[in-house]
């Protein structure tokens, strides 16, 4: 008698399992990548490092579910120089640069065209895409070092190391 109840038991917990890992599965199925969040990070984090007057961003896009390609094919619409797109885990690292004064010609512009963008790469898209570069240039152009605030750190920093 005890058996019965065992082997019961155990088939019970198999359809369970079963049942578990089918919904996990149509959990990860219904979730799809969100592109646009994805290039909203990379411009927030360019717009970062722009402001702080670097042209050059290195950052993480956590829980990515996009392929570092699709990421850098975007990244290079906007105008980017995508200098590192790969993925790690769930994450993806990337490094970008953009140019302070001059235009850079894409060395893939003939290759790939523009048309591969994903939902409607209209003109106005495309014009606001060159208009984030342009704004990142001024933004990191326009931030000049402040020498005299950190040679006052520097001071502070060394006479609190003397009087240790």
């Not at 702080?52 to 094919?73: D, E, M, Q």
Request: net charge positive; aromatic share 8%.
């Amino acid at each position: 008698c005890g058996s019965r109840h065992v082997v019961a038991f155990a088939v019970y917990c198999t359809s369970m399992a079963s049942t578990f890992a089918e919904s996990l599965g149509q959990l990860c199925a219904a979730k799809k990548p969100d592109l646009q969040k994805y290039m909203n990070d990379v411009k927030r984090n360019c717009e970062k490092e722009a402001s702080n007057g670097f042209n050059t961003a290195a950052f993480w896009i956590w829980n990515c579910l996009s392929p570092p390609s699709h990421i850098k094919r975007e990244a290079e619409i906007l105008g980017l120089n995508v200098l590192k797109a790969e993925k790690q885990g769930k994450d993806v690292y990337m490094k970008v640069d953009w140019d302070r004064g001059s235009k850079r010609q894409r060395e893939d512009d003939q290759q790939e065209p523009v048309c591969k963008r994903q939902k409607g790469a209209s003109a106005i898209a495309q014009h606001q895409d060159v208009a984030f570069t342009e704004r990142l240039t001024q933004l990191s152009s326009a931030t000049k070092p402040d020498l005299e605030r950190y040679m006052a750190d520097v001071k502070k920093k060394c006479e609190k190391e003397a009087s240790n």
